[in-house]
């Protein structure tokens, strides 16, 4: 009984496929997804995502006698492909060895994106492979202005995972300086900055890891008569403030100017983290209308933080402001979540806006454009 075979599928290199597409005759066919295509693709490459082969080849390669090209990032998908096409009836299939990766390698030009250069497109590409990434995605990223108020435990590794994923300007708000008690967890400043404005160190180390990020020194403290002029300069605002006038503060303005704000705190062993965004969800205070004794919320500096509780932390604010930015995913937005790392536990908590919230319940006070500057003394409010 004779066995049937299946027919060894051809592979050619790229520089003998840029050849051959140069002669023309030559229907060239893309495999991959579409956010991979609009990152960067060949001339006249006509996309055929691999789920849809069947139904969408006859469109992009109608003749079956035709030579006909395929290509993917690597080989894999697009070897797969053509052992498709064969088995449908195509009769001159080729895959391009090593994709559009080994074409690029041998300096063979592409379609890029606009928008990047072709620096930018080799950094951020394990982001534009993410499909609910992709370039216009990473575009948004470099587009974005992001606000740190603290450039300290919280601020740290916040400002190194949102440098690092491209985000085009980060404002640093602090006015202090680097001390080496911070450097157990500030992962951002090193023992030669000891001395140093932390917003000014920070902004090396921002500098050093991506050229691509403008940073922004505010080197001073958040008050009455500043915050809403610098807060109105930024998209997302990062609460990493290690008092609570501040924090109130800054969820009032944040609240009169529209501006989300994602914000965590840690102690000791434990941190907590949600996301505020004006009117979608509840604000600052109607978590917290009134701060808690100083006995039941001391400092870092008078009851100790596990270093590491920084990083968890600031890792899960870059989260909550990269979801923001791009648009995606389900952000913190009357959540709560708190973390303890002697036990790796997390816990979630639902927060309801409350309608009675002075700030941003139904029945606030409006307040004037002329008024918009003027906030209560924080100072007296968190000490009663």
């Known amino acids: 009984m004779a066995t049937q075979t299946t027919q060894q599928v051809e592979e050619i290199e790229p520089f003998e496929a840029a050849q051959e597409i140069e002669g023309g005759d030559v229907v060239l066919v893309d495999t991959r997804e579409p956010h991979e295509y609009q990152e960067a693709h060949l001339e006249n490459g006509k996309l055929v995502p691999p789920g849809l082969l069947g139904d969408e080849i006859a469109a992009a390669a109608p003749d079956k006698s035709a030579r006909t090209i395929l290509y993917c990032r690597s080989g894999n998908r697009s070897y797969k492909a053509a052992e498709q096409l064969q088995a449908l009836g195509y009769e001159d299939v080729a895959s391009m060895a090593g994709g559009i990766l080994a074409w690029q390698e041998q300096g063979l030009p592409v379609v890029a994106a606009s928008g990047m250069t072709a620096e930018q497109r080799d950094r951020y590409s394990r982001h534009t492979l993410l499909p609910e990434v992709g370039v216009d995605g990473q575009l948004k990223m470099l587009n974005a202005k992001v606000l740190l108020v603290g450039a300290g435990g919280l601020g740290a590794p916040t400002a190194l995972y949102l440098a690092a994923a491209g985000i085009g ?26 001395g140093v404005p932390k917003t000014e160190s920070a902004r090396l180390t921002i500098e050093a890891l991506n050229p691509d990020v403008n940073v922004v020194e505010h080197r001073l403290r958040l008050d009455s008569s500043n915050i809403l ?34 914000s965590a705190s840690i102690l000791s062993f434990d941190g907590q983290i949600s996301t505020f965004v004006p009117f979608e969800g509840p604000c600052y205070r109607c978590l917290y209308p009134t701060p808690p004794p100083a006995e039941l919320a001391p400092s870092c500096s008078a009851n100790g933080v596990l270093g590491v509780m920084a990083g968890t932390m ?11 930015v791009l648009g995606i995913g389900e952000p913190l937005i009357g959540r709560l979540l708190l973390f303890e790392a002697l036990s790796t536990r997390f816990t979630e908590l639902k927060v309801r806006r409350d309608p009675d919230c002075p700030i941003c319940g139904e029945n606030a006070p409006e307040i004037a454009d002329e008024d918009l500057g003027k906030f209560p003394d924080y100072e007296l409010f968190c000490a009663g």
Not at 169 to 194: F, K, W, Y
Not at 250 to 261: H, I, M
């Open 169 to 194: 300007t980060l404002g640093l708000v602090d006015d202090d300086v680097v001390d080496a008690s911070n450097l157990q967890r500030q992962v951002i400043h090193n023992t030669e900055r000891i």
């Open 314 to 324: 600031g890792l899960l604010q870059a989260n909550e402001v990269l979801k923001l």
């Open 229 to 262: 002029e610098i807060l109105g300069e930024y998209d997302v605002i990062v609460d990493g403030a290690d008092n609570f006038p501040t924090r109130y503060l800054l969820n009032d303005a944040s609240v009169r100017l529209r501006k989300p704000v994602v």
